[in-house]
């Protein structure tokens, strides 16, 4: 019983995103009154929005938004659908989001937001009605210099489009900046799809040379065939690494020699799953993890690494693609095995970036080619990557700590400097 209550202790968001910051203000040694700042979201919005279901039924949906933090710029994060959101889960992620803006220096706060209901139980027409009343509801509190909503969960480019029109018809002339992830044709931005696996292979190449090793060197395992799992595994497979294992939900592939990551990706789109993919084993989903390999990039889902597994892992390089996938106690072991960590707040926050980038282009009115966006996105992951790293170094803590201590120190420096909390 014990054990179970540790363990849901361990995976508890809440409890994962107090202990990093615990630590990383300690050792900062934050004032206590900075601490309750940063440490209490600024803004909580909780609406209850009527919407008429196809079936003429009346039905109420619960939305949510927290902005954490507007020190460094507008609030800035994902809205998600989801049946079981909490606004727990809402808060702690609208942090989150401080922090990664923070890392990679972009001049946005955090917020996170969503609607608890089922997208797979609701129409289109239900979605965009749900989506239209939300944002109405939040719509005071939104706008590109105040808060930036963005795709996640069971959210897309399509709601995008649907909240920036709502936006707009309230304030009465076209906003797209309001929103980032939305269709090229509305404002979206050049190479956002590939993003964050972009970003991901960025830090990972970094990694590579302070261990001084080489891609064709290196073996990737890669769990979550998603947006992060198979844009990583494309932009890597063409460096030279050999995506020797995937693994998805409903079983895991194997390659000795490198997988076909194209073939993979063009399969997934036919049969909609990778397995029975030609020219591949199919492995145990259970085990895949712990392949030995050079690259570890978990890119599904948190909590996936933990105390319980922890000790099989058999990687040099953790490149965290998903959010949150390893256990505060689990990162603590994995320091002890010598593995290069590389942060999701680091790691993933390419897909951020891009989302900064489609927010100046929609404020410029001008639009980027892909040739610039790439090699922007990369001088920040490279930037960002060198900050973390020698931060670590000066201050005798691992990569993760660094990466919170970097940003909490960046956001606390900008709220002195405001005098904000004087
Ligand atoms: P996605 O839904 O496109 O892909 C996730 C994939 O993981 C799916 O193919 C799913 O089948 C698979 N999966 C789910 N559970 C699994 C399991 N137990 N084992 C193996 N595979 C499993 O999502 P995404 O956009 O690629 O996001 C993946 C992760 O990266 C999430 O944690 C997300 O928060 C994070 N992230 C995404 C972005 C982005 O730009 N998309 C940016 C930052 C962080």
Redesign the pocket.
Known sequence: MASVMMMEQELNPWVVAEARFDEAATRLGLDEGLCKVLRTPAREITVHIPVQLDDGRLEVFTGYRVQHSIARGPAKGGIRFTPDLTLDEVRALAAWMTWKCAVVNIPFGGAKGGVICDPALLSDAELERITRRYTAEILPFLGPEVDVAAP??NTNEQIMAWMMDTYSMHVRHTTTAVVTGKPLDLGGSRGRPE??GRGCMTVTLEALKRLGLKPEQCRVVI????????MSAKLMAREGFKIIAV????G?IYNRNGLDIPALIQHRKTTGSITEFAEAESIN?EEAMFLECEVLLP????N?ITSRNVGRIRTRVLCE?????TTPVADEILAGQGVFVIP?ILA?????TVSYFEWVQDRQGYFWNEQLVNERLEEIMVNSFRDVVSYAEKHGVNNRIAAFMLALDRVAFAIKLRGIYA
């Not at 769990?223 to 198979?230: A, D, E, Y």
């Not at 693609?321 to 996938?325: I, T, Y």
């Open positions: 996640d969960m993003a964050t769990q979550g065939f998603g947006n992060v799992g198979s693994i998805e939900i409903d895991a989903p890119a599904a889902k948190e996936v693609g998903a959010n949150g996938p999701d993933n926050a390419g897909g951020v």
